[in-house]
């Protein structure tokens, strides 16, 4: 076992770290994933059913906008760049 798990250590990626976000930010991050989340299960339940993935990429992005897609990933990024910082001071 000791082999085995220094083997593997090799492929392994260090843990992202617990992120505590403000409450403002926690509130609107599930507000917006609720959304998303809902629609993206509908629309590929409907493209791998019916296809028309192509025909209407365009205006999944545009409602994907609509649901507030932009401010969830400006979150996320803030919270990614600080870890990718802290990483850099170890």
Known sequence: ????????????LPA????????EELNKLSSIYVDINSY???QASKWVVDGGIEEEWDSYLK??????????LKIKQKYFDQYQESLKNE
């Open 40 to 42: 993206v299960t509908q």
């Open 16 to 23: 992202y770290p617990n992120v505590i976000y403000s409450q």
């Open 63 to 72: 409602k994907m906008e609509q649901y507030g897609l932009s401010d969830y």
């Open 1 to 12: 076992k000791l082999k085995m798990d220094k083997e593997l250590k090799q492929y392994a």
